[in-house]
């Protein structure tokens, strides 16, 4: 084989690992970024609910229970991600949702 053959075939072989590499470093660092904007948004959505609770019990003169913003965030994010994968909003917490729905319209009508 001559030499500008072996070079040439070098070369392509090289860009050709450098393209493979590209890409895939591309796909790692959407996903990571992806699971970063989750994470943020997650701490976003903890914080305001914080705030609202807050605002709520400030307005209304009543004690509110305050959970830890970690714990708030991380559920947050389980969810934002199931959401995501699958379009729909976890089966638990449609349940734990409606379950205090009824809870609240129950109390209502016993007062």
Same mark, same amino acid.
């Given at each position: ?5 072996? /070079?040439?075939?070098?070369? *392509?072989?090289?860009?050709? !690992?450098?393209? #493979? %590499? ?20 997650? /701490?976003?959505?903890?914080? *305001?609910?914080?705030?609202? !609770?807050?605002? #709520? %019990? ?35 917490i ?12 129950r ?5």
């Amino acid at each position: 084989m001559s030499t500008w053959a072996t /070079v040439l075939t070098s070369a *392509a072989t090289g860009a050709l !690992v450098v393209a #493979i %590499a590209q890409v895939v470093g591309k796909i790692i660092e959407g996903g990571s970024r992806k699971r970063e904007l989750l994470l943020n948004k997650s /701490v976003e959505l903890a914080l *305001a609910r914080t705030e609202f !609770v807050k605002e #709520i %019990a400030f307005k209304s003169n009543t004690p509110a229970q305050f959970h830890d913003s970690a714990f708030i965030a991380a559920s947050y994010y389980a969810a934002l991600k199931y959401l995501l994968k699958t379009d729909k909003l976890p089966p638990q917490i449609l349940k734990k949702r409606w379950q205090e729905i009824k809870e609240t319209v129950r109390d209502q009508f016993e007062e």
